[in-house]
């Protein structure tokens, strides 16, 4: 429990602090406060979003109280399941690597298409486990079952994976093999079918894709250095070693249920079909906790690896969830530049918007009062680095900056004067004064030969 509180204190956090909107959660901002944004996010989960916006502004907490929501929920589930459903140390290394890993701590207190994966695989796990243990199972079961999974699709379409898991599970405890083709075959087509409906999940082809699918302990969003390499090798041996495990044991449906969504996973995000790390994060730790628990037994060698690896697959993931929960990391501060703006413009100014930062500017000019610009002329640049917006531009008393990375165009500095500048994480903005240097030029250029302007 107290790990539990750990997890949930990691998730909390970050939302409390009210960080500003990265550029990927600005777009999905825009997605569901303005009509006509092409949608790439699921069906269900944007209805969800609407009503936190409806209930709670358009602020930051509100846009992301649907995430920390799933997040916490999942995390809940994920306990009770350990509990109903796994051997006392099995349960407790999963509930662990369950709240420690990064990528469901981070999907929790960030806006993201996949914001409720986590939440709708841990349900549909910790259903099917219950009717899998009281042989609850029949047409109507299934029947239930499969609703359920193709409603949680429509929030979460990366949950076709986990529906997978348990409906074949449930269709071979009941002897019909036909079904659980049937299961196959639908899943996988209704997949296809969301897949090529929802652009967000119309992804490139790329084998590293494939890697957060086999991260049951969410390192592969550090970096791929040595320690990153080797603890994904690591989890993912003992990922192999903990199906090795239920298959020994017989209990070939929970191996079902956690190995089959794992599984099929992997070529979807390598192909680029689903990206499904959220969802099969519950069927990982499941699996990485079975593997470790398989390491524990009597002897000091089987005792000392057991810890070991306990330590090590665990241990680093733990200093890292604390170390940030002391220091979070620091987000794209796009708010405090767009107040600098608003704060010190004035009428008739003209502000040039790059690419980069459009979403993010977008969503608190026109979303947020504080950060409306009235009396200005906005100008949005469609290609970095907007050399032919600055040359139409022409002479400006003040012009305005506002970008997401990189520096401002060297020909600014030699056509006039940088009045002031705010460089944040992930965001910045350039005041220059254009109309002084065209006046300067004018000046001297009445100089005559040979004679100084001074």
């Not at 990064?102 to 986590?118: F, G, I, K, T, W």
């Not at 992997?266 to 079975?290: E, R, Y």
């Not at 994480?425 to 030969?449: Q, T």
């Amino acid at each position: 429990m107290l790990l539990a509180g750990v997890g949930a204190a990691l998730r909390v956090v970050p939302w409390l602090h009210a960080a500003s909107l990265r550029r990927s959660e600005a777009s999905l901002a825009l997605q569901v406060l303005e009509p006509g944004h092409e949608p790439t996010l699921a069906p269900g989960l944007q209805l969800l979003l609407k009503a936190a916006t409806w209930l709670g502004g358009a602020g930051e907490l509100a846009l992301r109280a649907v995430p920390l929501i799933a997040g916490l929920g999942a995390l809940a589930v994920l306990v009770i399941l350990a509990r109903r459903h796994l051997p006392a140390r099995v349960g407790t290394l999963a509930a662990v690597a369950f709240a420690l890993s990064s990528p469901l701590v981070e999907a929790a207190s960030e806006l993201r298409a996949e914001a409720c994966d986590a939440l709708w695989a841990t349900g549909l796990l910790l259903v099917g486990l219950r009717a899998y243990a009281r042989a609850w199972i029949g047409w109507k079961t299934i029947a239930l079952l499969g609703g359920l999974g193709i409603a949680t699709i429509f929030c979460s379409p990366a949950t076709v994976f986990p529906m997978l898991g348990v409906g074949v599970a449930l269709a071979r405890r009941a002897g019909e093999r036909r079904l659980a083709a049937g299961c196959l075959a639908a899943a996988w087509l209704l997949s296809a079918w969301l897949a090529h409906g929802i652009p967000a999940f119309a992804l490139a082809p790329s084998p590293r894709a494939a890697l957060p699918a086999l991260d049951a302990v969410g390192v592969t969003g550090w970096g791929l250095g040595p320690l990153t390499l080797t603890l994904l090798t690591a989890s993912v041996a003992l990922v192999i070693a903990g199906a090795v495990s239920l298959w020994r044991r017989g209990e070939t449906g929970m191996l079902t249920m956690v190995g089959l969504p794992a599984l099929l996973a992997l070529p979807a995000a390598a192909l680029g079909i689903l990206p499904a790390a959220l969802a099969v994060g519950p069927s990982l730790v499941v699996l990485l906790a079975h593997g470790i628990d398989r390491l524990w037994g009597e002897g000091r060698l089987r005792l000392g690896l057991g810890v070991a690896a306990s330590v090590v697959v665990l241990g680093v993931p733990l200093a890292r969830a604390l170390w940030g929960l002391i220091l979070p990391p620091a987000p794209e501060e796009m708010r405090p530049v767009l107040a600098l703006v608003s704060e010190r413009h004035k009428p008739g100014d003209t502000v040039l918007v790059f690419p980069d930062a459009r979403p993010a500017f977008d969503y608190y000019h026109d979303h947020r009062p504080a950060f409306r610009l009235a009396g200005t002329h906005v100008v949005w640049c469609e290609r970095s680095p907007c050399s032919g917006h600055l040359a139409a531009l022409g002479p400006l008393p003040r012009l305005w900056l506002v970008m997401a990375s990189g520096s401002p165009p060297g020909q600014l500095d030699r056509r006039g004067d940088r009045l002031t500048e705010l460089r944040a994480r992930g965001a910045a903005c350039y005041l220059y004064d254009l109309k002084s240097a065209r006046e300067e030029g004018k000046k001297n250029a009445g100089v005559g030969p040979g004679v100084s302007s001074h």
